[in-house]
């Protein structure tokens, strides 16, 4: 597992415990407190639901962000939460909802230094902002890696992207940016195309990005040549 996967997995056990500390601790109707992965926040009024518990697992956000949504919400166990649901249960009159003296400075999300321009930056995130995001990307040398090759060897965009300092969604957007100027270049290419088993060949002492320099096209065309063959 990557540092940055380790680092999001520690701010979303910090962050769990931090709600269920702020809500009382247990479930509000029975008291249980065992297990904090068995304990679910439910919303008093459905309609007021801006965002759920597994969204902000999913997508980090700053606690302030975090703390107005809780005050709409009880903390229920697993069990009591579908009793109630089916109409089994109902809320007690004296609910124990969010304590307000966690409404601020009580969730400190970890630094770390930004690969890009030396600031501080969340430990989470790749970099502190998107402009470094977009230097990050662009200090990534794309035409010498081959990206079919790794995905072909089973590696995950998110896997991909760690190797190379980057997010999955800027491998996603490189993979698309390779197929477009494929198909571009490819139509756009008005000489005799090589044929398959000499690509092949020629393959095997150049790389796309040299092959696509001799035939004045992008690494994407010579790959698209070879795969319609």
């Known amino acids: 597992m990557s540092r940055q ?4 997995k520690r701010y979303r056990k910090k962050l769990k415990n931090k709600i269920v500390e702020s809500m009382g601790g247990g479930c509000c109707i029975c008291g249980y407190n065992k297990s904090h992965r068995a304990l679910d926040l439910h919303h008093i009024n459905p309609e007021d639901k801006e965002f759920s518990l597994s969204s902000v697992m999913a997508h980090p956000i700053k606690w302030e962000k ?4 809780l005050r709409k919400c009880v903390l229920l166990c697993s069990l009591c939460h579908a009793e ?12 124990c909802g969010f304590n ?8 400190v999300v970890d630094k770390d230094i930004c690969p890009v321009c030396g600031g501080d930056k969340d430990i989470y995130n790749i970099t502190c902002s998107r402009k470094c995001a977009n230097l990050k990307i662009g200090s990534v040398k794309w035409g010498n890696i ?12 998110k896997i991909i ?7 999955d969604q800027a491998v996603v957007k490189r993979i698309k940016s390779v197929k ?7 139509n756009r290419y008005k000489g005799d195309r090589p044929l398959k088993e000499d690509l092949l060949t020629e393959h095997e002492t ?17 790959r698209h040549w070879i795969k319609i063959g």
């Open 161 to 167: 992207g760690d190797i190379f300092g980057v997010s």
């Open 206 to 222: 150049a790389t796309y990005v040299q092959m696509g320099e001799k035939y004045g096209v992008t690494e994407g065309a010579v």
């Open 5 to 8: 996967s380790e680092a999001v």
């Open 84 to 95: 109630l649901h089916d109409g089994l249960i109902e809320l007690p009159i004296n609910i």
């Open 180 to 186: 477009n100027d494929s198909y571009l270049h490819f």
């Open 146 to 157: 081959d990206l079919e090759k790794l995905i072909e060897a089973g590696l995950s965009y």
């Open 100 to 107: 307000e003296a966690f409404s601020k400075g009580c969730f």
């Open 66 to 69: 975090v703390v107005p949504e």
